[in-house]
T-cell receptor, first 113, second 113 residues
Framework: DGGITQSPKYLFRKEGQNVTLSCEQN?????MYWYRQDPGQGLRLIYY???????QKGDIAEGYSVSREKKESFPLTVTSAQKNPTAFYLC????????????FGEGSRLTVL | GESVGLHLPTLSVQEGDNSIINCAYS??????FIWYKQESGKGPQFIID?????DKRQGQRVTVLLNKTVKHLSLQIAATQPGDSAVYFC????????????FGKGTHLIIQP
């Protein structure tokens, strides 16, 4: 079945460590996105990519980095510079570059100990 | 601040009743709106969407109404069922392009037996 796969589902990290969250899609979508969700909050855009080898900062990019070397993959690295990394991270994709539905993965919950 | 917001953080309805979830948006240039349902610990699921050239759209048990005059969006769920318990988010394409959707904070719908 086509879809978006995020891994790991749960991740624990010590302060000062970088962690990378995986996002893979087999929907042949051009655009991919990373959102952060805090308890009782909506989703906030971290980074997005409209095409391979290109990506743009979203509203809260500080302390995060991404890469888009392949169309189907858009990993997110949470660096030690991110001051409050504990959150639920959601990856999404969409078919094109005009406004439309985003398809979401099941999320990755990162907890900093 | 958020350009998409919800009037009530929690809505409690009796099973079998109709539910109405409201959303206000601030950008008159937004041309696409969407409702998502999110169950605890999962990614958002598409419910229904609407473009700005429409004022009403119906799906299975759900209806979205768009009032551009007052910049208001609502989701109506008919004959609410226990499985409808979730957080519901409205989102808009704020910037009219491929940089994703801007989400409100969400409304928690609770179904009472």
């Amino acid at each position: 079945d086509g879809g978006i796969t995020q891994s790991p589902k749960y991740l624990f990290r010590k302060e000062g460590q970088n962690v990378t969250l995986s996002c893979e899609q087999n929907l042949n979508h051009d655009a991919m996105y990373w959102y952060r969700q805090d308890p009782g909050q909506g989703l906030r855009l971290i980074y997005y990519s409209q095409i391979v080898n290109d990506f743009q900062k979203g509203d809260i990019a500080e302390g995060y980095s991404v890469s888009r070397e392949k169309k189907e993959s858009f990993p997110l690295t949470v660096t030690s510079a991110q001051k409050n990394p504990t959150a639920f991270y959601l990856c999404a994709s969409s078919p094109g570059t005009t406004s439309g539905e985003l398809f979401f993965g099941e999320g990755s919950r990162l907890t900093v100990l | 601040g958020e350009s998409v917001g919800l009037h009530l953080p929690t809505l409690s309805v009796q099973e079998g009743d109709n539910s109405i979830i409201n959303c206000a948006y601030s950008n008159s240039a937004s041309d696409y709106f969407i409702w998502y349902k999110q169950e605890s610990g999962k990614g958002p699921q598409f419910i229904i969407d609407i473009r700005s050239n429409m004022d009403k759209r119906q799906g299975q048990r759900v209806t979205v109404l768009l009032n551009k005059t007052v910049k208001h969006l609502s989701l109506q769920i008919a004959a609410t069922q226990p499985g409808d318990s979730a957080v519901y988010f409205c989102a808009e394409n704020l910037r009219g392009g491929a940089d994703g959707l801007t989400f409100g904070k969400g409304t928690h719908l609770i179904i009472q037996p």
